[in-house]
Structures are given as C-alpha cells and as structure tokens.
C-alpha cells in the first residue's frame, strides 16, 4: 500500500495545496504530531487520526509505515514534510517495508508564508535555520549562523525559543551582531495561517530581546534589506529601480 508524506502547509485550508488535501482526502489513516493532529482532525473529522507527542517521532513513523502495509496514510507534518519535517526519517526507515510505496507531498514552509506575511524578506539568496539543539549540537548551530551572516544571507531562524531554549534567539542575535549592524531590518511571524497571526519588523537590536516561542519564525535581513510601506523588503538589485 502507500505512505504519503505531506506538508500541510500553517493549518488552515488556505495554505493548504491542492495535492496535499488530496492525497489526505485519500488516505484511510492520518498520522502526525498530537498538535498538528487536532489541526487537521477540524478539517477531516471523519478520517481515522493516530499521534504521538513531540520527542516521539521514531514511534510515530514506524507506526505509519507498518499501517501503510494494508491501507493508504498520510504521515502529516506543518509547513513542509522536507523541512524540518517527517520524510527524511520516514525514508531512513522504510527499509524494513518493502511493499510500502513512499510519496511526498509539498506543502508551504513558513520561510515561505512567513515571508508574504511580512512582504517581501526572501527576494534574494535565503539561508534557513533552526535553533533547536535536541538533533544539532549548538557549536554546529553558531558555525552555521556565523557563515550565512558573513555570507550576508538573508536568515529565516526557525524554533527560535522553547521553556528549555529561551535564551537561543538571544545567543544568536549575539553572533549576528558580530557581523550584522544593530539597524539591521527583522522582522518576526507568529502562529502562521492560525488564529492569532502576526507579523512583526523591527531592528536587529529590537530582536535580541523579543520574546519568540516555538510558533514563531524569525527573518534577519541582510544588508540591503529594507522597509517599504511597513514591510521588510530584500531587494534583487533589478535595474532602473
């Protein structure tokens, strides 16, 4: 049978792709995280949902892989299931089932919607980041940040904070600093296609200090990024403009 892996995009319908509400509406189980569980359980009451909560990836795939044995399933992550997401380890583990067909499904990762959100940061060359050291350690973490600063990229820092991590975004808008001038525009979205978004611009200096939480996603600009009518715009450099 078969295991769609899909990116489901904020949580609303309206981010949601057409393939990724399809190829859920095919599928006769839905498996993810018990967040993102109750996100689509509003959208699909009548599908058949397993989840797991967080730290209990491993269990929640090899339960969607052995499922996918005798029906169809749909392995949901947000955003998008390559980024940060479930099929990296859901193809690491399909080894053991052979007879299992495996298909991602794209959806909207929040570099993406975050970006419109707050108009246009990603314009040019982007480096996407996250904070969280559960899988990277953080010295691998600050020679990442510290090389896409140099490089001047755009940064989109994903996971910024947790109640175990509260002091990262701070640590990182430290590096920053190191080669990023304190005028620097930012720009921070929180809860993206869910009840409560927001998005905010602000300085460099300003984002050392915000108060970000784990459904939040951070947009450091580079050295052309500016403000235009209230939004954090990257430009490419077109000419005669």
Not at 2 to 7: E, S, T
Not at 44 to 61: A, C, G, H, I
Request: include cysteine; charge should be neutral.
């Amino acid at each position: 049978m078969k295991l769609y892996i899909v990116g489901f995009g904020g949580g609303s319908r309206d981010g949601m792709t057409f393939a990724a509400e399809k190829a859920i509406q095919k599928s006769d189980l839905i498996v993810g995280y018990t967040v993102y569980a109750e996100l689509m359980k509003k959208l699909f009451p009548d599908k058949e949902f397993y989840s797991t909560e967080m730290r209990r990836e491993k269990e929640r795939v090899l339960y969607a892989l052995r499922k996918a044995e005798n029906k169809t399933v749909a392995l949901v992550c947000s955003g998008d299931a390559e980024v940060y997401g479930m099929a990296g380890l859901a193809y690491e583990l399909s080894w053991e089932f052979p007879t299992v067909e495996l298909e991602t499904v794209a959806g909207v990762t929040a570099a993406l919607s975050g970006g419109a959100l707050l108009g246009a940061p990603l314009t040019h060359d982007f480096a996407v980041i996250s904070l969280s050291d559960l899988l990277t350690p953080f010295d691998k973490i600050e020679n990442r940040l510290r090389a896409a600063a140099m490089a001047d990229f755009t940064i989109v820092l994903y996971n910024p904070s947790s109640k175990k991590r509260a002091d990262h975004l701070k640590k990182a808008c430290g590096i920053l600093l190191e080669y990023r001038s304190p005028d620097t525009v930012c720009g921070a979205v929180r809860n993206i296609g869910r009840e409560g978004e927001n998005g905010t611009v602000m300085t460099l200096a300003e984002l050392r200090d915000y108060s970000a939480d784990m459904f939040t996603t951070i947009f450091v600009g580079n050295s052309e990024t500016k403000i235009i009518r209230g939004k954090m715009v990257t430009p490419r450099g077109y000419k005669d403009v």
